[in-house]
């Protein structure tokens, strides 16, 4: 049995204008916070959903086309800062 490729989601990202593919899992990772990291390793910052898709990213597409699935570039991730209430 052949394994499931992963689900994508396309966003289009408000710094660079390119849309990007983002995995179902790192979707759900950042869907509080409104970035989300694509498969080339940039992280989006989702643009308005009212907006039309851009170009699709260049460096998404040769990660999609690799044979086999290269590993996904790693950008560190800010954590937000909580703050309590008192």
């Known amino acids: ?16 204008g390119y849309t990007h593919a983002v995995t179902e ?8 916070e409104g970035r989300f990291r694509a498969v080339c390793g940039h992280v989006v910052l989702a643009a308005p959903m009212i907006e039309e898709p851009g170009r699709f990213d260049p460096v998404c597409r040769d990660v999609l086309r690799a044979e086999p ?3 996904v570039p790693r950008q560190e991730r800010r954590r937000l800062r909580r703050r309590s209430r008192r």
């Open 25 to 32: 899992d790192e979707f759900a990772v950042g869907r509080h």
């Open 69 to 71: 699935m290269a590993e």
């Open 1 to 16: 049995m052949s394994p499931v490729p992963p689900f994508l989601v396309h966003i289009r990202c408000d710094t660079d």
